[in-house]
């Protein structure tokens, strides 16, 4: 039998490790602005036309290469950074692994123009699938530009498999955010397809944050700093009552390095754990500072996990100082035995003749079981200038009379053929709503109580898919436009949905950088005050968390979102006219019984569970 075993050409070696370091338009995005990083560069651009897979071009100010070190880095695992084994302990660049370039060259066509800056000329070579097509000097700015042209070009299936370009300009911005994040020393500045995204100008931390989340950032943040033998801490964390439903906007950072770690990610949450409900997460933007040597970021090729030497103590120092910072700022409560400001100020603003001692008034006279209704009774007057008479009771004992009224005849209610089987129809159309949360009425067997707002989530769940499937979503104009600003991610999530937002019946059209003018609201939203900013904004949190966390199709998620988010709440009165109607949709979705979250709507109780009670 004939050996079996031989070496994989280079072509194809490349091509399998481009599977593990680029997997979109965004992987390479990642490599390319960690490298300028590492070249020393103090002002970083990022060019991307249709998402990522026409072009991806990065400029950088950094210091170039030489001809022979332009050629050299698309080799396989050939790097600056790593002369020998012990240096993976000691890592304080971005990139080691000497993978990047040669995956990237292998799947796409790459042009590199370098030049350092003691050279008078610069380098030009074009590569296409890892095939050298061109290398000479040209005239060119100090610093390097790499271009990356028809990403996965020459593998096909791989392209097959990339998203849409609003979902991968998301990945692309979540990318361009975390490299920004870790260097807010360096400029940055993002384009796609002409449009200008972000300019972000050098800046301090804080600055950072608010230039790439928003102006609305700035009152959110809380600062965390701790500095231990074991690891130094800083940064900032979110107030509680700016946490999302999604966890977008949590980042961890070990040695400027962006990594994912669900372990420390806990110990951030058990810190708001007494001040967040279990389905909201907080901002933060947290820096670990480590001696690379307790640490091993080499496990896998994303270079976003890393291994610790301690982990319970690094656990327990976040933890404690995220707690620290929740007290220190007012967030948690607290109490100061040896001042109370808040009586203290109020004092100190009242003249000290405005200071009246209280007084009582009494009639030595009076007499509680005399029946003369005009005895005088004793009053309290409080700093001398108020006097107020306690009212009488009168007919106290008749709140706890049962009175025999005469009960008013029932209506009792048609029930159509194809609905007799439904045990849980009323027998009459009057309703009675409990502590403003649940509709009470009576059934056959017993009693029916249904949850208000789980039952108006159902049926509007149901009524935005059919609206999603006819597209005749009726809208209600505003007499006012509104506008709304979103982040850039966020902004091509909606406009990657906008035509499904208007099939429900919003009138929404793009206008200007990251901002939406809302001109119409579905109809169904009824007529009550509704902020058309906020309903708009809690409509994309929603569909995120939808998809994020129950990976629901892009419909049945925005239909979801639309529903929780317009439902009338609990703590709602309502009409009788307006429990009768919403009772009636109810019964007639597909699925009355159960909310969109799969409990239960409607709860009975029987006529013998309620003679049970009363058992002596």
Known sequence: MSDIIQLLPDSVANQIAAGEVVQRPASAVKELLENAI??????IQLIVKDAGKALIQVIDNGCGMSITDARMCFERH?????????????????GFRGEAMASIAAIAQVELKTKRYEDEVGTLIEIEGATFVKQEPVGTANGTSICIKNLFFNTPARRNFLKSNPAEM?????????????????????????????????????????????NNYNERLIPVEEETTIINLKGFIG???????????????????FIKDAYLNHAVNKAYQELLPDDNFPLYVLFIEIDPANIDVNVHPTKTEIKYLDEKSIYAIIHSAVKRSLGRFNISPTIDFDQETGFSNMISQMAPEDIVPPSINFN?????????????????????SVRQSMPQSKNWGSLYEITNQDVPEQTTLEIEPEHKDREFEPLQKQFMQLHNRYIVSQIKSGMMIIDQQTAHERILYERFLLHLDDRKGASQQSLFPQTVTLSPNDYELAKSLLEDIKSLGFEVREFGKNTLVI????????????????LFEHLIEGFKNSQQELKLD??????????????IKGGTVLGQQEMNTLIEELFACKTPNFS????????????????QKFDK
């Open 38 to 43: 590492d070249a020393g560069a103090d002002k």
């Open 78 to 94: 050939a790097t600056s950074k790593v002369r020998k084994a012990e240096d993976l302990f000691s890592i304080r660049t971005m």
């Open 239 to 257: 107030k509680p009552e700016f946490a999302k439903k999604t966890r977008g906007e949590q980042f961890f950072f070990v040695n400027d390095r």
């Open 170 to 214: 998301r990945h692309i911005i979540d990318e361009f955010q975390r490299v920004a994040l870790a260097k807010p020393h360096i400029a940055f500045s993002l384009h796609h397809d002409g449009v200008e995204v972000y300019r972000l100008p050098s800046a301090s931390m804080k600055q950072r944050i608010v230039h790439l989340f928003g």
């Open 596 to 611: 969109i979250s799969g409990k239960p709507v409607i709860q009975t109780i029987t006529l013998g569970e309620i003679a």
């Open 554 to 567: 892009k419909r049945d998620a925005l239909a979801r979102s639309m529903a929780k988010n317009s439902a």
């Open 364 to 384: 030595p006279n009076f007499n509680p079981f005399s029946s003369d209704k005009n005895a005088e009774r004793p009053s309290y007057s409080g700093g001398g």
């Open 519 to 534: 001109e119409g609201i579905p109809v169904d939203l009824g007529s009550s005050n509704i902020n058309e900013t906020q």
